[in-house]
Nanobody, 118 residues
Framework: VQLVESGGGSVQAGGSLRLSCAVSGDFKSITRMGWFRQAPGQERKEVARIYTESGGEWYAETVKGRFTISQDNAKNMVYLQMNSLSPEETGMYYC?????????????WGRGTQVTVS
């Protein structure tokens, strides 16, 4: 399974971005997809997750109501719509995937896409 993120860029505070994650390989084996943010000098943190079969979603408290994760199984794509962005949300955003629904670690990672909020 390979993941390729896109859609990052520079945006002003209060603006929006939509990140995309293209999944190639055995997409049907994947049970959960996630988006993570890593700010400079900080650890990588999960911001949103979707369970591919049920469509169930999870969000970090700080993004609830502003971020929306979605999937398009026909296109093997996962998206993260981010609204009302703040400068503190600047960082590299990574897409992750795993065939195990409840494992702690994530098996597959993309290379990330940079988001800069000023």
């Amino acid at each position: 399974v390979q993941l390729v993120e896109s859609g990052g860029g520079s945006v002003q505070a209060g603006g929006s971005l939509r990140l995309s994650c293209a999944v190639s390989g055995d997409f049907k084996s994947i049970t959960r997809m996630g988006w993570f943010r890593q700010a400079p000098g900080q650890e990588r943190k999960e911001v949103a997750r979707i369970y591919t079969e049920s469509g169930g979603e999870w969000y970090a408290e700080t993004v609830k109501g502003r971020f929306t994760i979605s999937q398009d199984n026909a296109k093997n794509m996962v998206y993260l719509q981010m609204n009302s962005l703040s400068p503190e949300e600047t960082g590299m955003y990574y897409c992750a995937a795993d065939p195990r629904p409840y494992a702690g670690a994530w098996m597959y990672w993309g290379r990330g896409t940079q988001v800069t909020v000023s």
